[in-house]
């Protein structure tokens, strides 16, 4: 369903910025929109939304600690964007890509270091720490499900800016579902089974 949802979006950002159809890449839908650095679409208010949900990650952890129920969650996001960005920095080295603010050629794999386009690491992040709490409350509150639009305006914004390519967006929207998914289903988050208990108790409890 969500990568659905990511498809219709991106392919309504396409036909939106009046330019032609995708000609290249691993799905034939790489191209480079119209450059927008501006507004909404800033480089600078990425980093504000990328920046903000590491902090809010962090913060509900430490302030929560793992023995309740939207702590635990915070501890499931906090390994999801610690896996996703070790994975996604393996793959931008073995993949290489160039970025579009570098080339308009879509089909530019394995140029070497420096060339990390494939996939959006950004984007990974930002859905694999969502991906928890949609997960975790999707049934009693519906409304976590508008935690997507996050991701979705950070592909944009990250294509907006030639950062990236369409499928390296994708690919970050199932890379970080995918991370996401599985951490949600371990019994026990991965940092918290590492970190001694005292570490992992809320900090209001404490106080």
Request: hydrophobic share 45%; proline share 4%; aromatic share 10%.
């Amino acid at each position: 369903m969500r990568l659905a949802i990511t498809l219709l979006v991106l392919a309504m950002e396409t036909l939106a910025s009046g330019i032609c159809l995708a000609d290249g890449g691993p799905l034939g839908i790489d191209h480079r929109i119209k450059y927008d650095n501006s507004g909404i679409w800033s480089r600078s208010n990425q980093m504000l939304l990328m920046n903000g949900m590491l902090v809010s990650d962090l913060a509900g952890a430490l302030w929560e600690g793992s023995d309740t129920r939207i702590g635990k969650t915070f501890w499931y996001s906090l390994d999801s964007a610690l896996i996703s960005g070790v994975s996604v920095q393996v793959l931008k080295r073995a993949f290489s890509r160039e970025r579009p603010v570098n080339t308009d050629d879509p089909n530019e794999w394995f140029k070497g270091n420096g060339n990390e386009s494939f996939p959006s690491g950004e984007v990974a992040s930002i859905t694999t720490m969502i991906t928890p709490f949609v997960l975790e409350y999707r049934h009693e509150y519906p409304a976590v499900y508008a935690l997507e639009l996050l991701p979705l305006y950070d592909g944009i914004a990250r294509m907006k800016v030639h950062a990236h390519w369409q499928s390296d967006v994708l690919a970050g929207f199932a890379l970080g579902t995918g991370i996401g998914m599985f951490m949600h289903s371990r019994d026990v988050p991965v940092l918290v089974s590492w970190l001694p208990h005292g570490v992992t108790v809320g900090i209001h409890k404490r106080f």
